[in-house]
């Protein structure tokens, strides 16, 4: 019998690396644990919370994977006997591996800021796991009074999509605007700048004139506590109490990392850009936002990347070679309006130990682009995620 690969988590980085092995190295036995009969991508879940796309467009399942020999497990790891390389699932079976991949995604840090705990989150949700409170925050908006004030609470770095809390506001924005034209919308950040900020600040201006207004941490922008009940937010500034609001608190790897020893004191997971594979932990790798992807920020597109990188390095070492140097990419899209996006996208490779920025390889879109430019990016927008998607989950 050929080696045996265990992956932990079905998300954008797990299925995506599954697949790519078994594409690598048939004869590789690759079984996936993953709880959820079907997975809720993030990616586009901005447009449903603004009314635009029904959840189901989300919604993906596990047959393709298992169409190309993988074992999907419907379950989670609990604990994992690095010594005998053995991962136990919640159910207490036991499965072997000759690698171990990790790939939990994020959690929240729900002690992170006081007040929001995990029965605040139920009343202000963080709608950063697409699912439940995706649709929690999409009924609070179109519940919401013509008149109120929407508050997004932005994390400080890192975190999971950059850009995500700012194409959320646009689509936001686009959903007052039309529905609830007298409504404001107010982000308070942790940062003093943030992922393509010149250009979303110029959709607002253009887009959402006098609707959207950014206070950056410099300003008083840092919530340092949360009265859910109240629907208030408390700043070094000042307090503000909203009709609806969408707190992003700061995240770490998902919970199995620190579980298993392969997260740091930071929460995420240190690794070796070559092969993946924990800096604390050996025979366990690490992909996609739980991993400390140094320059790389935390998307889906850079979870596939890491992924397929990932399975050529294991499939290489498995066979006993070198595992070879990867050179990764990362292109994100944000809707700035339902049919208009901006991007910005790079490229990385292993330098000094970590993924490092190819200086000069990436950029963003042109600011002060005609609207077509704009309408173009979304239709590649929409091209991508069901690349993205079908490379994942068939
Ligand atoms: P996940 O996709 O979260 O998958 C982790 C999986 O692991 C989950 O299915 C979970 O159930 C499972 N799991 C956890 N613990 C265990 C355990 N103990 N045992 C078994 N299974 C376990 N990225 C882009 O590239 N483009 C975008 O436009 C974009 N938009 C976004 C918009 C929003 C609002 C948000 C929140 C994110 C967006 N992202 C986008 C980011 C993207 O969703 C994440 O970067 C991506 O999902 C990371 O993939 P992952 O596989 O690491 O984690």
């Known amino acids: 019998t050929g080696p045996r690969v265990v992956v932990v988590g079905g998300g954008f980085a797990g299925a995506s690396f599954a697949r790519a092995l078994k594409r690598e190295d048939p004869t590789i036995a690759v079984a996936l644990v993953e709880p959820s009969e079907h997975y809720t991508a993030c990616p586009m879940s901005n447009a449903v919370i603004a009314g635009l796309r029904d959840i189901g467009a989300q919604h993906f399942g596990y047959r393709g994977l298992e169409d190309d020999g993988i074992v999907h497990v419907p379950q989670r790891v609990v604990r994992v006997d690095a010594a005998r390389r053995r991962a136990v699932l919640a159910d207490d079976v036991m499965l072997d591996y000759d690698r171990l991949v990790v790939a939990p995604g994020i959690d929240m840090r729900l002690d992170a800021i006081p007040g929001y705990d995990a029965a605040a989150a139920e009343l202000l949700p963080h709608a950063w796991k697409a699912g ?224 490092t920025e190819v200086q000069g390889a990436g950029g963003t879109s042109p600011l002060d682009a005609p609207r077509s430019v704009r309408e173009e990016e979304a239709v590649y927008a929409q091209a991508w995620f069901k690349t993205i998607t079908q490379e994942a989950f068939g």
């Not at 975190?159 to 959903?175: D, K, N, Q, T, V």
């Not at 408390?234 to 020893?261: C, L, M």
């Not at 240190?270 to 050996?282: A, G, K, N, Y």
Request: charged content about 20%; overall charge neutral.
């Open 132 to 355: 439940e409170q995706t649709l929690l925050l999409r009924r609070q908006l179109e519940a919401m009074e013509d008149g109120g004030l929407v508050v997004i609470s932005a994390p400080p770095n890192p975190f999971r999509c950059p850009p995500g809390p700012y194409e959320r506001a646009s689509l936001i924005a686009h959903f007052l605007q039309t529905r609830k034209p007298r409504s404001k919308l107010l982000i308070l950040d942790a940062k003093d700048a943030f992922s393509k900020q010149r250009l979303f600040e110029q959709a607002w201006t253009e887009l959402y004139p006098g609707l959207v207004e950014w206070v950056s941490l410099s300003f008083g922008g840092k919530v340092t506590e949360v009265d859910a009940p109240g629907r208030t937010l408390t700043t070094e500034f000042g307090s503000h109490k909203a009709a609806v609001v969408n707190v992003i608190p700061p995240q770490r790897a998902g919970a199995i990392a620190t579980a298993i020893g392969v997260a740091d004191q930071t929460g995420w997971c240190p690794i070796d850009p070559m092969t993946f594979e924990s800096r604390l932990v050996s025979n366990v790798h690490i992909i996609g936002d739980a991993a400390i992807g140094g320059a790389m920020p935390k998307s889906a597109f850079t979870a596939n990347a890491q992924a397929k990188a990932c399975a050529t390095a294991l499939a290489n070492l498995l066979r006993g070679q070198e595992p070879g140097s990867p050179k990764l990419t990362n292109t994100c899209y944000s809707l700035i309006a339902p049919d208009q996006a901006v991007s910005i996208a790079g490229v990385y490779e292993p330098a000094n130990g970590l993924l």
